[in-house]
T-cell receptor
Framework: DTGVSQDPRHKITKRGQNVTFRCDPI?????LYWYRQTLGQGPEFLTY????????KSRLLSDRFSAERPKGSFSTLEIQRTEQGDSAMYLC?????????????FGPGTRLTVL | GENVEQHPSTLSVQEGDSAVIKCTYS??????FPWYKQELGKRPQLIID?????GEKKDQRIAVTLNKTAKHFSLHITETQPEDSAVYFC????????????FGAGTQVVVTP
């Protein structure tokens, strides 16, 4: 499977715990995005990497959230001290650098439930 | 920042009829407008996109139109089929910048046989 993959697909945790999600983009894609999607809403932008550099973070990304892409390949998104409001689907997407490609390819997402 | 509004939020159509979804955007610098289809429990998948130098694009039963002056773009699905039932999202981005997408809230399309 050469598409974007995410792990785990589902995560249930208790409030206050830390969680970490992983995203493996399409191998030749330089750009990697994290989005959050809640029920009945479109994906909301969280952060963006170009290769290993994190170039933009949304104000939605509080200081409890941190993302890395250490070697410019896979990325991790960590949420510390989870809150019930963090419950959502976390989507990862990747694309090539413009003008080679603007389409973002999405992974299947990680559904987080905070109890 | 960019703001994208999408209407309607739900759309019920009879099989064979047409469906139209409309989006407006606020940032005049936006130059790329994709439409994604998301079936229940699945990832969003691109169905069609349009760039700001084009006014209309068609792919079989799906078409998108763009009015840059009015800052709105629309998705048209003709001869709808039950498998067209899904949530559709429009988005806008500035590809010369970081290329992040600003999505609309989505339209739930239900095609009844």
């Amino acid at each position: 499977d050469t598409g974007v993959s995410q792990d785990p697909r589902h995560k249930i945790t208790k409030r206050g715990q830390n969680v970490t999600f992983r995203c493996d983009p399409i191998s030749e894609h330089n750009r990697l995005y994290w989005y959050r999607q809640t029920l009945g809403q479109g994906p909301e932008f969280l952060t963006y990497f170009q290769n290993e550099a994190q170039l933009e973070k949304s104000r939605l990304l509080s200081d409890r959230f941190s993302a890395e892409r250490p070697k410019g390949s896979f990325s991790t998104l960590e949420i510390q001290r989870t809150e019930q409001g963090d419950s959502a689907m976390y989507l990862c997407a990747s694309s090539q650098l413009a003008p080679r490609g603007d389409e973002q390819f999405f992974g299947p997402g990680t559904r987080l439930t905070v109890l | 920042g960019e703001n994208v509004e999408q209407h309607p939020s739900t759309l019920s159509v009879q099989e064979g009829d047409s469906a139209v979804i409309k989006c407006t955007y606020s940032d005049s610098a936006s130059n790329y407008f994709p439409w994604y289809k998301q079936e229940l429990g699945k990832r969003p998948q691109l169905i069609i996109d349009i760039r700001s130098n084009v006014g209309e694009k068609k792919d079989q039963r799906i078409a998108v139109t763009l009015n840059k002056t009015a800052k709105h773009f629309s998705l048209h699905i003709t001869e709808t089929q039950p498998e067209d039932s899904a949530v559709y999202f429009c988005a806008a981005s500035v590809t010369d910048s970081w290329g992040k997408f600003q999505f609309g809230a989505g339209t739930q399309v239900v095609v009844t046989p």
